[in-house]
């Protein structure tokens, strides 16, 4: 007897919100940015699984019609910020990660996908994975974003963290800014430590998970919780 056939998940209802000329910032799950390059457009994290994946490609898309992904950021590997990157590998989407991580994800995506047969198992392709040593500079005229690499960190040895120096805007995940009268996570202090080492200036942070969606979280706060 013919077994069923798994069925994708159906993807997550998504909207975005503009930041800056050429930044939006993609909400309906796990948050992630897209930003505008004159050739080309940049997506800051693929989400948690692939219908966050599908939904945040969507909408990337919709943004900005006339201009193709180059690369999805992977903040770091664990699977709730992995699980999205299926999606953009068959559409010749370099992901770029920590070269901490760089292995694992080529092996981790490069495998045979026999339980779902998602889009990445239909299309038969290799992922491209670039692998960011300390720092990695994206920049043309339009835009510029510094990816760096977040040391000391218990949390995980393979964390990028993106600033964007234009808009002074900060984005990271898993450095989520408690709720009142919550315990601060000592990540915060270490990502404190990473701030001023690499001597950081920006006025937003903005987190992948996003507690409180409408605070904007300042440098100042962050050094106050530390």
């Known amino acids: 007897q013919a077994q069923p056939q798994a069925q994708p998940q159906a993807q997550p209802v998504v909207s975005s919100e503009k930041l800056a000329d050429g930044v939006y910032r993609i909400t309906g799950g796990y948050v992630a940015l897209a930003v505008e390059f004159k050739e080309y457009v940049v997506v800051l994290e693929g989400g948690q699984n692939e219908a966050r ?14 201009k193709r992904i180059r690369y999805v950021v992977n903040t770091h590997p664990h699977f709730d910020h992995a699980g999205g990157l299926a999606p953009f590998a068959p559409e010749g989407i370099t992901i770029l990660t920590d070269d901490n991580n760089k292995f694992f994800l080529e092996s981790a995506l490069g495998q045979p996908r026999t339980l779902v047969g998602d889009v990445l198992a239909k299309s038969g392709k290799k992922p491209k994975v670039e692998g ?8 043309d005229e339009t835009h510029s974003i510094e990816l760096h690499h977040d040391m000391n960190l218990d949390h995980s040895d393979g964390m990028l963290i993106a600033y964007l120096p234009k808009e002074k805007i900060l984005f990271t995940a898993d450095f989520a800014v408690p709720a009142a009268g919550q315990a601060v996570s000592p990540s915060i202090a270490t990502l404190v430590s990473n701030i001023e080492r690499l001597q950081l200036e920006f006025d937003r942070h903005i987190p992948v998970h996003a507690l409180n969606p409408d605070r904007t979280v300042t440098k100042s706060d962050l050094v106050a919780l530390a």
């Open 53 to 66: 994946g599908l939904a945040i490609l969507g909408e990337t898309k919709r943004l900005f019609p006339a």
């Open 132 to 139: 960011v040593i300390e720092k990695l500079v994206l920049k």
